[in-house]
Structures are given as structure tokens and as C-alpha cells.
T-cell receptor
Framework: NAGVTQTPKFRVLKTGQSMTLLCAQDMNHEYMYWYRQDPGMGLRLIHYSVGEGTTAKGEVPDGYNVSRLKKQNFLLGLESAAPSQTSVYFC?????????????FGPGTRLTVL | AQSVTQLGSHVSVSEGALVLLRCNYSSSVPPYLFWYVQYPNQGLQLLLKYTSAATLVKGINGFEAEFKKSETSFHLTKPSAHMSDAAEYFCAGGYQKVTFGIGTKLQVIP
């Protein structure tokens, strides 16, 4: 099993460009998450999904959109990138909530917006 | 709003010394608590989780944490630090929407 994979691993964008980050999991997990990690700020939740076809806003959703058309995939979109979106993005999945919400993380995508 | 607070963004210990990393959670955080570890340039991996079966939880690599409801704390400990324990540690809590602390970087001094 590959676990959680993220594509791409690195990306450089210019301000105003758009892009989509892809997260895929092969563990049949219900829940999926997108986080950003910035120095001194820990992980902040952008959006999450508790099942195929569902999405919900997290702590810092502005400037991002997501879709979960298939259970195994969770896409994060940036419509018009800004330098403030320079960060490391992590995707995670978990079987379900509560005590079962052990999250499995992908390796991360390092995004730089110039 | 739910919050998870980690006291000390950097902690240094000598090899062989006790490791204590502090985590407090707000009362609005459901009592589903986790500790994760992150090594450089990697994603996070689970160290241990509180499942309400026991207040003292044992995890991987000799780490353990004690859930204290009266103190709203879930501190992480290890009796004897190894060089390989140098990493960043995150406390987290929540039911669906999980909140992470800002992380504590552990330095182990030879």
C-alpha cells in the first residue's frame, strides 16, 4: 500500500497563477484533510471532508477550494495564488472521527509563490 | 473555539534525561487527543492516542502520555532521551475537525 500520496512535491508559482494539489489514499478512509504548515504556527486546517462528495471549511479556508468527487482523492485548488500562500501543504486521511481519527499524512508539497 | 496549547516551542534535554513535553487543551476540545512526531522534511506520524480506555497511554519509541481531565492536560513523557528522539512533536485534539498545537522542537544534547 502506498498510503497517502501527494502530487506534486514541489511547485513554484507566480502571483495570480492557479494550481491544483492532488491527494490520494488507498486505505479506504472516510475522512480527508488539507493542512498548511508555516514556521511557528504549527498545522492549520484549510478544508476537510468526512466522506465522498462532502467538504467543510477549516481554520484558514480563504483563497482555497476543494473537491472530493471520489473517496480516494481530495483536491486542493488555488485559483489566484498569493505570496501569503507560500507554505508546506500536507494532506491526511483517517478512518473516521473521534478515537478512530488517527491521521495518516502524506509527505507534503512545498509551494512557493513569487 | 477549540484550542490546543503546547508550552515551549523548543525544549533541550541531555541524552538519557527525562523528556517532558506539555500539552493543554481547551474544554471545548472533545477528549480525543493525539501526539504526533515529525522528522525533518517528512509528514507527521502518530506517536500515541487517548481512547478513554486508560488515562496513561503508551506509544511507540518508549513515549507515553497521561490524560488528566481535571487539569485539561495531556503531557508527553519519555524516561530517557535518545539522540534519535530529536524531532518536532505536535499535540492534537478533536472529533472530526482536529486542532493541532504549534509544535515543540526537541533537541537532544549528547
Amino acid at each position: 500500500n502506498a498510503g497517502v500520496t501527494q502530487t506534486p512535491k514541489f511547485r513554484v508559482l507566480k502571483t495570480g497563477q492557479s494550481m491544483t494539489l492532488l491527494c490520494a489514499q488507498d486505505m479506504n478512509h472516510e475522512y480527508m484533510y488539507w493542512y498548511r504548515q508555516d514556521p511557528g504556527m504549527g498545522l492549520r486546517l484549510i478544508h476537510y471532508s468526512v466522506g465522498e462528495g462532502t467538504t467543510a471549511k477549516g481554520e484558514v479556508p480563504d483563497g482555497y477550494n476543494v473537491s472530493r468527487l471520489k473517496k480516494q482523492n481530495f483536491l486542493l485548488g488555488l485559483e489566484s495564488a498569493a505570496p501569503s500562500q507560500t507554505s508546506v501543504y500536507f494532506c491526511a486521511s483517517s478512518p473516521r472521527g473521534g478515537r478512530y481519527n488517527e491521521q495518516f499524512f502524506g509527505p507534503g508539497t512545498r509551494l512557493t509563490v513569487l | 473555539a477549540q484550542s490546543v496549547t503546547q508550552l515551549g516551542s523548543h525544549v533541550s534535554v541531555s541524552e538519557g534525561a527525562l523528556v517532558l513535553l506539555r500539552c493543554n487543551y481547551s474544554s471545548s476540545v472533545p477528549p480525543y487527543l493525539f501526539w504526533y512526531v515529525q522528522y525533518p522534511n517528512q509528514g507527521l506520524q502518530l506517536l500515541l492516542k487517548y481512547t478513554s480506555a486508560a488515562t496513561l497511554v503508551k506509544g511507540i519509541n518508549g513515549f507515553e502520555a497521561e490524560f488528566k481531565k481535571s487539569e485539561t492536560s495531556f503531557h508527553l513523557t519519555k524516561p530517557s532521551a535518545h539522540m534519535s528522539d530529536a524531532a518536532e512533536y505536535f499535540c492534537a485534539g478533536g472529533y472530526q475537525k482536529v486542532t493541532f498545537g504549534i509544535g515543540t522542537k526537541l533537541q537532544v544534547i549528547p
